[in-house]
C-alpha cells in the first residue's frame, strides 16, 4: 500500500503532474504527501536569503497547483545538497513512494552533470516513480509490468494489481522478462496465459476482475521492454529493481546501475512513459 508519498520538487519537469495523475486513483487519494524544495547552500548570506525567498514560493505554487486535501499535505523547505536530502527525508517520513523528475542522462553522463534522481535512484531503499521532463504524463489506465521470478518483479505486480483495481476500463500488461528475452522450451509459452511465471499472476488478475494482456518480447531486455511499452501506449511501467548489494555495502553505489549496465537503468533513461522502480531485497 502506498500511504505516504515524497514529491520532490524542483519547481520543474513534470513530477506535479505525475502525483495529479496518481491522485485520480482511490488508492492513492488516502495518501499523505510531503512536498519537499531543497535550497542549495549559496556562497552569501544575501544569496542564501534569495534562494529560501524563491524556495518559498516554489513550495507554494506546488500546493497551489496540486490541490490537495490540506489535511493530507504537508510542504518542507530544507537547505542542503538535494541528493542527501531527498534520501535523509525519505528515511525520516518513512516514505512508501519517491516522485521525482528525470532529465534521463544517459550513463556516465548522468555521474558527470550531478544528477540527482540518478543519484536517489542508486542509494534509496524505498520505490521510486520516475518522470523524465520530455514526455507527456497521461491519465493512468494501463499499467505494464516486467515480471520474472524475483521479488521485486511480485512487488511489482501487486502494487499494479491495487493501481487498477480502482480504475475503470484498466488494463494490466504482463510482459515476461527473462534475462536474454529469448524464448526458451518450458520457460515461455507458445501461449503466454500458459507461461508458467506468468499463469498465477494472471490467476489473480482474473479473480480481481482486471482486464490482462500478456506479451513475451523477445531480443534485447531493456528496448524489447521500452518498445512494447510504445507500441501498447503504456501510461506507467512497473519494474523491479533489486537491491543486490550485501548489507554492509549498502551505503556504496551499485557499479552495473551507476553504470547504465542493469536493465532498470536503461528503462529509465529510454521508456516514453513514467517509470516506476519497486525496490527490494532479492
Not at 503504456?234 to 547504465?260: F, H, M, N, Q, Y
Request: contains cysteine; hydrophobic residues 40%; aromatic residues 2%.
Amino acid at each position: 500500500m502506498i500511504e505516504k508519498i515524497l514529491l520532490a520538487d524542483s519547481g520543474i519537469g513534470n513530477s506535479e503532474e505525475m502525483l495529479k495523475a496518481l491522485m485520480d486513483i482511490p488508492m492513492i487519494q488516502r495518501a499523505a504527501v510531503t512536498v519537499l524544495h531543497v535550497v542549495t547552500p549559496q556562497s552569501t548570506s544575501d544569496m542564501m536569503t534569495t534562494k529560501w525567498e524563491e524556495g518559498g514560493k516554489t513550495l507554494a505554487t506546488a500546493i497551489q497547483n496540486l490541490q490537495l486535501d490540506p489535511g493530507r499535505v504537508t510542504a518542507m523547505l530544507r537547505e542542503g545538497d538535494p541528493k542527501d536530502i531527498v534520501c535523509r527525508v525519505a528515511e525520516e517520513i518513512d516514505a512508501d513512494l519517491i516522485i521525482m523528475g528525470s532529465r534521463g542522462l544517459k550513463r556516465l553522463q548522468s555521474i558527470l552533470e550531478n544528477s540527482v534522481s540518478q543519484y536517489v535512484f542508486q542509494l534509496a531503499s524505498r520505490p521510486m516513480l520516475l518522470v523524465k521532463d520530455d514526455i507527456y504524463v497521461r491519465k493512468i489506465n494501463r499499467v505494464m509490468v516486467a515480471i520474472d521470478k524475483s521479488g521485486s518483479a511480485q512487488e511489482g505486480v501487486k502494487l499494479a494489481m491495487a493501481l487498477l483495481q480502482g480504475i475503470p476500463g484498466g488494463q494490466l500488461i504482463l510482459a515476461h522478462a527473462n534475462p536474454d528475452m529469448k524464448l526458451k522450451p518450458g520457460e515461455i509459452a507458445a501461449n503466454p496465459d500458459e507461461d508458467p511465471v506468468l499463469m498465477p499472476v494472471t490467476a489473480e488478475a482474473k479473480r480481481r476482475g482486471i482486464s490482462y494482456k500478456c506479451v513475451a518480447p523477445q531480443g534485447k531486455p531493456g528496448a524489447r521492454l521500452c518498445q512494447v511499452a510504445d507500441e501498447m501506449n503504456v501510461d506507467l511501467l512497473i519494474l523491479g529493481s533489486p537491491e543486490r548489494r550485501p548489507s554492509i555495502a549498502k551505503g556504496l553505489p551499485d557499479l552495473d546501475r551507476l553504470l547504465g549496465q542493469s536493465l532498470s537503468d536503461y528503462v529509465r533513461v529510454y521508456a516514453n512513459c513514467p517509470v516506476l522502480l519497486v525496490r527490494t531485497v532479492d
